[in-house]
Every structure is written in C-alpha cells, then in structure tokens.
C-alpha cells in the first residue's frame, strides 16, 4: 500500500516524464490513474488525484467485477423461481378443478390435467385420494406442491451457495487544502 501512495506524490516534473502511463495534465490539475487487483475476489482499484493550486483531492474507488457474474446468478434463479411457481400455480388449479368436480372433457380442465399429469405422477398412489360423489380431493396433488416448493427452494439456494460471492463498491473522495499558511 505504501508504494501506492508513493507513486502518486510525484513532483510535477517527475509527473511530466511519466504521461505515458495514465497520466494527464490540464492547466494546473494533475490526475493519477491507477488500476490494482485487491483480495481473493477480483476486484478493479482506481485511485484519482486531482491537484490544483493549493488543494488536492483523491478518489478510490473499488469494483468488483464479478458483479455481472452475480446479475446473470440472479437473473438465472428467478427463471427457476418462475417455473416453479407456474408449475405449482397448474397444480394448485388441478386440485382445485378436481375439488369442483370440473368437466374434463372441458379443453381447459383437459390441458391442466394433461399438462400436470406428469409432474403429479411420481406421487400417484402414494395416498389415497378420498372422493365424495364426483368431487375428489387429490392428496397426492397436494403432496406434490409440497415436494416441489422445496426442490425449488433447495434449488435456489444450492445455486446461490456455489455461486455468489459478496462484494461491495467503495467510493472514498479525500480532499486537503495544500495552500501556504500565512500567518
């Protein structure tokens, strides 16, 4: 770190021989660019210092970027949040649809059940499934929901466990009057 602070408090002259590397001068303000990677996460360090007569001013400012990484691991569990909530969603309306006794032979009741048919049947004659006239409570409809909210749940969770790195952007602004005490 010492030799990071070195490097920025160059005389103005010593400045001047090293434009090639990232500095710049305009009028009497200096700047200093600097890129350096920090701790086990790659992360992008850029430090500013901004002279003018009398005053002088750093920035620092810390990225990390992975971060794109990390917006690509949400984006892709909330599709597998979205599936299975429209998974669930159909099998909620077929426990439902078989509770009123809906007429499947209806093309909507006919696509719900064939649509769902596969997803149920891992459960099928885990229970028993009591009926009362035409009406039938479908347990195993309901054993489903429940097995399939927490695939998704351990899902979610397994992916962000393997994948997510915390990381944190920093933007530190010093600034410290350098002008000659009268007094």
Do not use: C
């Not at 979205?82 to 998974?87: A, E, H, N, R, S």
């Not at 195993?140 to 969770?157: F, G, K, M, P």
């Amino acid at each position: 770190m010492s030799n990071r602070l070195e490097t920025l408090y160059y005389s103005r002259s010593k400045l001047q021989r090293r434009e090639s590397n990232n500095i710049r001068f305009s009028d009497n303000l200096k700047e200093v660019k600097m890129s350096t990677n920090v701790g086990p996460v790659a992360r992008r360090e850029d430090v500013r210092v901004s002279q003018q007569p009398g005053a002088e001013q750093r920035q620092v400012v810390t990225e990390d970027v992975n971060a794109g990484q990390r917006l690509t691991l949400q984006w892709v569990t909330a599709l597998i949040g979205f599936f299975f909530t429209v998974l669930e969603g159909l099998i909620g309306l077929r426990v439902v649809l078989k509770f009123i006794d809906a007429n499947s032979q209806n093309a909507f009741a006919s696509f719900v059940y064939k649509l769902t048919a596969i997803f149920v049947a891992p459960f099928t004659g885990l229970v028993g499934n009591p009926a009362v006239g035409g009406n039938v409570l479908e347990i195993t409809s309901l054993v489903a929901l429940i097995v399939y909210a927490l695939i998704a749940a351990v899902l979610i969770r397994l992916v962000w466990l393997l994948f997510y790195h915390p990381s944190a952007k920093t933007v530190s602004t010093y600034a410290s009057d350098q002008s000659p005490r009268v007094g």
